[in-house]
């Protein structure tokens, strides 16, 4: 063999170890690869950004799609939801590009993602036949569905056609296919209005409560734990979420951490770094860690909401951050691959049952 032929395999030998052995910091429970207007960057790309530091992620565009209506923007194109009056429409295609990025990669490359399902507008009653239209036709992809949004902050108004609601039905129904399929379920819903009165209960907390014990075998992440650019933690934010944490009926719930926004939040001072290290310490099992990042360019802008908890990472014990960093994620979107892969066989056999008689 010749020495550079050595040399290589010697290489190859040593880096195909490593593979084996990369101990990754943290898993994304919550990331869009495309934007307010379905651009992204390519999945290849992305996980190159992902590196040897983010083992898997939560895979999903944006369901609102922002119109560019030259009425109201004329040639200056909006990207975002605040840079334009215009309104944003539910874009089912979502699911399909997400679907066929996830499909043009290797089986070991799949295995770092979880595609979800989003593209279904929650305050229509046929949302849920969307879901199950998009496993049927993708089988093998999708783990769950959202980030989806119920109530959020300037978005909620600018969506066309019905506002979505807690009260609604529909959503009842999306929550209850997902608890038969066993897809995991991500929901941005602010805990409150943007400007509340001071002594007020949060305006949404008890029908979010409400819903949420409505399902109680529906696997559900609370995104953000509520919280929004300008829903600010509620005094007494982390006493109402340790009341739900606590509470028996509340066993299939979770939060993430996720957005910059949020991240502000909890390390905006000492005090507010040690209420929430000290809640997540008590209840380690239901944190999540996500970046919420959309369509980053860099791995630098990619982690920097990881980076901006470095003083809450801190605060908590090793076992603690490694759940609410790795384990969590590990634990509940294993069982949903497994619960969806086997929904989906069984559709599969009924499908073809049929076509024998
Ligand atoms: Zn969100």
Redesign the pocket.
């Known amino acids: 063999m010749s020495r550079t032929l050595l040399l290589i395999t010697a290489v190859a030998m040593a880096s195909g170890a490593l593979g084996q052995n990369i101990h990754y910091e943290m898993n994304d429970a919550?990331f869009h690869l495309t934007n307010y207007i379905q651009e992204g960057l390519n999945i290849r790309d992305f996980l190159k950004i992902m590196g040897t530091r983010v083992g898997r992620t939560a895979l999903f565009g944006i369901p609102l799609q922002q119109t560019w209506s030259f009425q109201t923007d004329g040639q200056s194109a909006p990207k975002y939801y605040l840079q334009s009056d215009a309104p944003l429409y539910y874009y089912s295609f979502t699911d399909a590009q997400i679907a066929m990025a996830y499909r043009s990669l290797t089986k070991e490359e799949q295995a770092r993602f979880d595609p979800m399902i989003t593209g279904f507008n929650p305050a229509d009653m046929y949302a849920a036949e969307h879901i199950r239209r998009v496993l049927l036709t993708f089988p093998g992809v999708f783990s769950g569905i959202g980030?989806f949004?119920i109530h959020?902050e300037f978005v909620s108004s600018k969506v066309a056609g019905d506002n979505a609601s807690l009260l609604n039905p529909a959503l009842d129904r999306v929550l209850d296919f997902a608890g038969e399929v066993g897809l995991v379920v991500i929901i941005?819903n602010d805990v409150d209005v943007p400007f509340p009165k001071d002594e007020a209960e949060p305006a949404y907390l008890g029908q979010m409560k409400a819903v949420l014990k409505r399902h109680p075998n529906t696997t559900i992440i609370w995104?953000?734990t509520g919280l929004?650019r300008i829903i600010r933690p509620i005094r007494q934010h982390a006493a109402k979420i340790e009341e739900i944490l606590a509470d028996p009926q509340f066993q299939h719930v979770y939060f993430d951490i996720?957005?910059d926004e949020v991240a502000k939040y909890f390390i905006s001072t000492p005090e507010a770094t040690a209420i929430a290290a000290d809640l997540i310490q008590r209840f380690p099992d239901r944190f999540l860690f996500g970046t919420?990042e959309v369509a980053p360019t860099d791995q630098e802008q990619y982690l920097k909401v990881f980076r901006m908890y470095e003083p809450l990472w801190a605060q908590l014990d090793v076992a603690t951050r490694e759940k609410v960093r790795l384990r969590n994620y590990e634990r509940l979107f294993d069982n949903a691959r497994a619960k969806v892969r086997a929904w989906e066989r069984a559709q599969n056999l009924r499908s073809a049952t049929k076509e024998n008689q």
């Open positions: 919550h980030e949004t959020k941005h995104a953000h929004g996720s957005w919420d």
